[in-house]
């Protein structure tokens, strides 16, 4: 089974600066499209950032060039450094990422969910 593990998350001020990262592990043949979304209480799941694995990425609208989202392909690892935060960027953030665990199978695997607090 493929396992995400998130870290990174905390308390940071506004205008703050915080780096998520979030390791893949397991049976794991090879890894796709790695992306992070966000989900605040009473809100729906919307997507922060994407990365396919050769390189493109894809922003959501509220990032306003604040998020750089990248990845280390050698250590299946995904990142999200977010500057400038904000207090309503405070929501909890999940892992994705498209893995192949078999010739046949690949699917999308969610991490734990990291909890992001920006104080005002």
């Known amino acids: 089974q493929v396992q995400l593990v998130e870290s990174g998350g905390g308390l940071v001020q506004a205008g703050g600066s915080l780096r998520l990262s979030c390791a893949a592990s397991g049976s794991i043949f090879s890894i796709g499209t790695m992306g992070w979304y966000r989900q605040a209480p009473g809100k729906q799941r919307e997507l922060v950032a994407t990365?396919?694995?050769?390189?493109?990425?894809t922003y959501g609208d509220f990032v306003k060039g604040r998020f750089t989202i990248s990845r280390d392909n050698a250590k299946n690892t995904v990142y999200l450094q977010m500057d400038s935060l904000k207090s309503e960027d405070t929501s909890v953030y999940y892992c994705n990422v498209h893995a192949r665990i078999t010739t046949y199978y690949a699917d999308n695997y969610w991490g734990q969910g990291t909890q992001v607090t920006v104080s005002s």
């Open positions: 990365i396919t694995s050769g390189g493109t990425t």
